[in-house]
């Protein structure tokens, strides 16, 4: 994806918020040390420990939504697969 189509993504940055879907949640950890903002806690959902999200926290940023390996995050109006192009492209 284009670098001049990153605007997209950061100008509505502050309107978006991530979400977990428990029912994909694995459990593995991975995104909780990822969030710079401590937006993700541990929850118990059907007996099992699930992700959590804050929406009061989470600042859309997508950082989670590409890690995870068990694509149980979205991001309201961006798929994965735009969320780690976004990413990739603002680290090169
Ligand atoms: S990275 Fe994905 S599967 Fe792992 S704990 Fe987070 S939301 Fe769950
Ligand atoms: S989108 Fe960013 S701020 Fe929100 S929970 Fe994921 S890593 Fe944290």
Redesign the pocket.
């Known amino acids: 994806m284009a670098v001049t189509e990153i605007p997209k993504l950061t100008d509505n940055i502050e309107a978006l918020v991530s979400e ?1 879907n428990p029912d994909k ?8 040390p990822l969030c710079s903002y401590s937006a ?1 806690t541990w929850i118990e959902y059907k007996g099992k420990k ?2 959590h999200i804050d929406p009061a926290l989470c600042t859309g940023c997508g950082v ?1 939504v590409a ?4 694509r ?2 979205i991001l309201e109006g961006f798929t994965t697969e735009e969320i780690e192009s976004q990413i990739e492209n603002l680290t090169f």
């Open positions: 977990i949640c694995s459990g593995c950890g991975v995104c909780l993700i699930r992700a989670c890690a995870c390996p068990s149980a995050i």
